[in-house]
């Protein structure tokens, strides 16, 4: 059933109609009420013993259609009066308003979700839904947590629970209600952020992740929507999260945000002075290695050196199957922005990166750099030029971005080695901090 719908869309319109028209009356008509024919992959439980599930997604991506036939299969049975596993359920919104607006009454709430012979009713005044079959919903906001205290129930459906300003203490509350039944289950739907409750509920075993961008729920778009937000927002920080559905995870202490990140974003690309390529070579090969860090960088030199300016223009970084392949890659962002240099740290790789490099472009102008420090100190200085306002990013350089919000003065606190970061690093030494090259300013020249 899950794949149903696409199946059908995928038949030619000729086949498409018989199979319609081959349908009895009751089957037409309960067609469009069967959530699983239509349903996209994210949108269905999994599978297994799970106690929440977390729907997320980017804005759109179809998450409050999913809490909504979830409750749906929760409280129906499989008759109207029938009851279903599920009697007292808690929906939980940042507001009653919202809780209202959204998840009973909006265009893909409960209300919207039901066929008429299991439409429950709202009861404003009660702020509850009651179905046919007795079951009933109630309506809670998170400002009102102490509200939770007391009542019980064997289902809850939380909506946009990482935006809630009281979200602690409100889950806290709701999981001590969630006590009735079998098997209490809660769905969580939400569009990502850096919340401690939402990262503390992804890590626990007994929650499960389905996830999906924007792009997913496309057929349910309005026109232009995508291309249109896509446009302003795609490639940076703010639209991995709220389109790609992406958590960003800014470390406490970091030497980047995702605020100031954002607020470096330009369109702008002058005419530089000179153009690095920053590498950080990957120790090994295969699908198990690091990636190999490849990150441009164009600088201004005009004025003192304290007034160079420079524009991240690429993040060329790359998971290579061989030494060669990761070579060809540098080769390629050197070639494609006419690039003065390569810069490559040379601590374990030695004079075999260079050998690597002349390999596939003899010609290349190549600086072999030898870290003596750590990274955190090694991106320190780099970090004050972005607070210096020294350093501009184009777009598309979100997992650049997302390992820079990591980094702090204790070393790199996600998963894997910051290859993006040591790149970036590499190149701003290169093209700004070295003293080096503040004494012999190059040449002016034009992309």
């Known amino acids: 059933m899950r794949y149903g719908?696409?199946?059908i869309a995928s038949l030619a319109p000729e086949?498409?109609?018989?199979?319609?028209?081959?349908?009895?009356d009751g089957e037409a008509a309960a067609l469009p009420w069967l959530f699983d024919f239509w349903a996209m992959e994210h949108q269905l439980p999994p599978?297994?013993?799970?106690?929440?599930?977390?729907?997320?997604?980017?804005r759109g991506a179809g998450k409050t259609r999913a809490g909504s036939e979830w409750v749906r299969a929760q409280v129906e049975g499989s008759r109207p009066l029938q009851a279903g596993v599920a009697r007292r359920v808690a929906l939980v919104g940042e507001t009653y308003e919202q809780v209202r607006?959204?998840?009973?009454?909006?265009?893909?709430?409960?209300?919207?979700?039901?066929?008429?012979?299991r439409r429950p009713v709202w009861k404003a005044g009660q702020r509850k839904l009651i179905?046919?079959?007795?079951?009933?919903?109630?309506?809670?906001?998170?400002?009102?947590?102490?509200?939770?205290?007391?009542?019980?129930?064997?289902?809850?459906?939380?909506?946009?629970?990482a935006k809630w300003g009281r979200a602690e203490a409100t889950w806290d509350m709701l999981q001590f209600g969630l006590r009735l039944g079998d098997d209490p289950r809660a769905v969580v739907t939400t569009t990502p952020r850096n919340v401690d409750v939402l990262k503390r509920l992804l890590g626990r075993d007994s929650t499960v992740v389905t996830h999906a961008p924007t792009e997913a729920n496309r057929a349910h778009l309005a026109n232009g929507f995508l291309e249109e937000v896509r446009a302003r927002y795609g490639g940076t920080r703010i639209g991995r999260q709220e389109l790609d559905g992406v958590l960003l995870d800014d470390v406490e202490g970091a030497f980047w945000t995702t605020a100031a990140l954002d607020a470096c974003r330009t369109e702008e690309c002058p005419a530089f002075d000179r153009i690095v390529v920053g590498v950080d070579p990957a120790v090994s090969s295969g699908a198990a290695s690091d990636e190999t860090g490849i990150v441009v960088v164009g600088v201004i030199t005009q004025g003192p050196?304290?007034?160079?300016?420079?524009?991240?223009?690429?993040?060329?970084?790359?998971?290579?199957?061989?030494?060669?392949?990761?070579?060809?890659?540098v080769a390629a962002a050197y070639e494609r922005w006419g690039a003065d240099r390569v810069v490559a740290e040379g601590n374990q790789g030695g004079d075999m990166i260079e050998a690597v490099l002349r390999q596939v472009a003899p010609t290349i102008a190549y600086r072999k750099v030898t870290a003596r420090e750590a990274k955190g100190a090694r991106a320190e200085p780099v970090a004050a030029l972005y607070e210096q306002n020294r350093?501009?990013?184009?777009?598309?350089?979100?997992?650049?971005?997302?390992?820079?919000?990591?980094?702090?003065?204790?070393?790199?606190?996600?998963?894997?080695?910051?290859d993006r970061v040591d790149a970036l690093v590499w190149a701003l030494w290169e093209a700004i901090l070295d003293p080096a090259k503040a004494r012999a300013r190059p040449k002016v020249r034009s992309l």
């Open 391 to 418: 350093v501009k990013h184009l777009r598309d350089l979100g997992r650049l971005e997302d390992q820079m919000c990591r980094m702090s003065r204790l070393g790199h606190a996600g998963a894997g080695s910051p």
């Open 5 to 7: 719908a696409a199946l």
């Open 305 to 329: 050196p304290a007034e160079w300016r420079a524009w991240v223009l690429e993040d060329a970084t790359v998971a290579a199957a061989s030494p060669t392949e990761w070579a060809e890659a």
């Open 15 to 24: 086949h498409r109609a018989a199979w319609i028209a081959d349908l009895e």
């Open 131 to 161: 179905w046919p079959n007795g079951a009933e919903a109630q309506a809670f906001s998170a400002y009102d947590h102490e509200a939770l205290r007391g009542p019980q129930f064997d289902a809850a459906w939380l909506d946009e629970l």
């Open 101 to 117: 607006d959204v998840m009973v009454e909006g265009e893909s709430g409960i209300l919207a979700c039901s066929p008429p012979d």
């Open 47 to 58: 599978g297994g013993d799970w106690r929440t599930w977390v729907i997320m997604g980017g």
